[in-house]
């Protein structure tokens, strides 16, 4: 008899590879305006990226503050003359077209496909991620998609599992577990909402902030050990 029923997925860095994703997008995107992308621009826009998404899992800010602005803040920072928030809505339309997979992604969904309920838990943008998921062809998988957009909260905040687990018939939470990579969205949101983690940590960073993990992997193959 299976320890879980009920296995939450987020996708970034977890299922898509989410680095080559951007960083196809962020090429195409600045080659389109004739900008540099260098080692110092691109540092540059992943720390403006990071501190604004830290402040948007911490409640602070809202989505479209992150989506609306980082450009905008780069192209300030950096002295570009340019629109940042037009050039966000084209470095959307580029990002839904990355699907790369994470190794084992699609292996490990077509084993637990048929043994478990499976849901997809993310933060991002609707139509962006839907898309992904579509071109990936892993969006027949899930049940059910809840993107942070959409249900008006985010992880790592109660409210947002709340919003999911009304919408998942007959939880128990005692037989979930959540899946993802990072430790300050996924796996502090899974001891939000009372329910079993497993990091994906396939870097093997140290967990600095001491956040409790119930399972630890490098890569999701690691899986079939557990579930």
């Excluded at 960083?23 to 720390?47: C, P, Q, S, W």
């Excluded at 604004?52 to 602070?60: K, N, S, T, V």
């Excluded at 838990?121 to 059910?144: I, P």
Aim: net charge negative; charged share 30%; aromatic share 12%.
């Amino acid at each position: 008899m299976n320890k879980f029923k009920t296995i939450l997925f987020d996708i970034d860095g977890t299922l898509l590879d989410f680095k080559a994703s951007e960083e196809e997008a962020l090429e195409k995107v600045f080659a389109m305006h004739n900008y540099i992308l260098d080692e110092h621009v691109k540092g540059t826009y992943e720390r403006i990226n990071k501190f604004l998404w830290e402040q948007y899992e911490l409640g602070i800010i809202d989505r479209n503050m992150v989506i609306y602005s980082r450009f905008v803040k780069l192209f300030e920072e950096l002295g570009i003359d340019g629109d940042g928030i037009r050039f966000e809505d084209e470095y959307q339309e580029l990002l839904g077209e990355g699907h790369a997979l994470m190794d084992g992604a699609r292996e490990v969904l077509e084993y637990l496909h048929p043994k478990y309920e499976l849901y997809v838990v993310t933060n991002g943008v609707t139509r962006t991620q839907m898309k992904r998921l579509q071109d990936s062809k892993l969006k027949d998988y899930f049940k059910d998609i809840f993107v942070s957009e959409a249900t008006g909260y985010q992880k790592p905040m109660k409210e947002y599992f709340d919003y999911c687990f009304e919408r998942i018939p007959n939880l128990d939470l005692s037989k979930t577990i959540i899946i993802g990579d990072s430790l300050s969205s996924d796996i502090q949101g899974g001891n939000n909402a009372s329910v079993a983690t497993c990091w994906v940590n396939p870097d093997s960073l140290d967990n600095k902030e001491k956040i409790s993990v119930d399972y630890e992997i490098k890569q999701l193959k690691e899986l079939y050990s557990f579930l």
